[in-house]
């Protein structure tokens, strides 16, 4: 089973709202990841945490904000977005076995529109 | 230079025919290559991996990997109108986690 489940599928807010994106694995995997990706362009990178630290940040903007409460889930907290963050945003998870054959699999994504 | 490079497309190949999806990178200590398939709107499905030089082949689809040459194949035989969608060549990098995607080619498999 290779798994990744997100939640919303699709969210609208405002500028002025906070919202959370939530992500789901029950595969033991130990590294899990924030993507972001604009229409017709590859996924972008965001955050990496690998046994629940935050490893990776990409430069990202304050305005996201990513949380691991455990080893399965992975939150993205939002606040004051700006329009030009609408955007799909994807989870993936790996098994971060230290190796360097790590697959990561990917979530269904959460369709984000800011007005 | 883009770490990963593939060509836009549209790639358009009859149905039955043979699809070559290509992709050079230019990490020389690269070890692990990925393809991703990508319909609209969803998600990137991982459809193969390699990580030694040669051939690796799962069903319909081949991943050829040159590392000498720095370049990572997709053949897919047979192809379907299924098959059209979006192809990511990944590679990871920076010894752990990091997965650099191409730019992706669309594949239009026509009937």
């Known amino acids: 089973d290779t798994e990744v489940t997100q939640t919303p599928k699709h969210l609208v807010m405002g500028m002025t709202n906070k919202k959370s994106l939530k992500c789901e694995q029950h595969?033991?995997?130990?590294?899990m990841y924030w993507y972001k990706q604009k229409a017709k362009k590859p996924p972008e990178l965001m955050f990496v945490y690998s046994y629940e630290k935050l490893s990776i940040n990409e430069s990202v903007p304050s305005r996201f904000s990513p949380e691991c409460p455990n080893s399965s889930l992975l939150n993205l907290h939002l606040h004051a977005l700006q329009p030009e963050d609408s955007a799909l945003y994807l989870c993936?998870?790996?098994?971060?076995?230290?190796?360097?054959?790590?697959?990561?699999?990917f979530g269904p994504g959460t369709r984000l529109t800011v007005l | 230079q883009k770490e990963v490079e593939q060509n836009s497309g549209p790639l358009s190949v009859p149905e039955g025919a043979i699809a070559s999806l290509n992709c050079t990178y230019s990490d020389r200590g690269s070890q692990s290559f990925f393809w991703y398939r990508q319909y609209s709107g969803k998600s990137p499905e991982l459809i193969m991996s390699i990580y030694s030089n040669g051939d690796k082949e799962d069903g319909r689809f081949t991943a050829q990997l040159n590392k000498a040459s720095q370049y990572v194949s997709l053949l897919i035989r047979d192809s379907q109108p299924s098959d059209s969608a979006t192809y990511l060549c990944a590679v990871l990098t920076g010894g752990g986690n990091k997965l650099t995607f191409g730019t992706g080619t669309q594949l239009k498999v026509e009937l």
């Open positions: 595969m033991g995997h130990r590294a």
């Open positions: 993936a998870s790996s098994q971060d076995r230290g190796s360097s054959t790590d697959t990561q699999y």
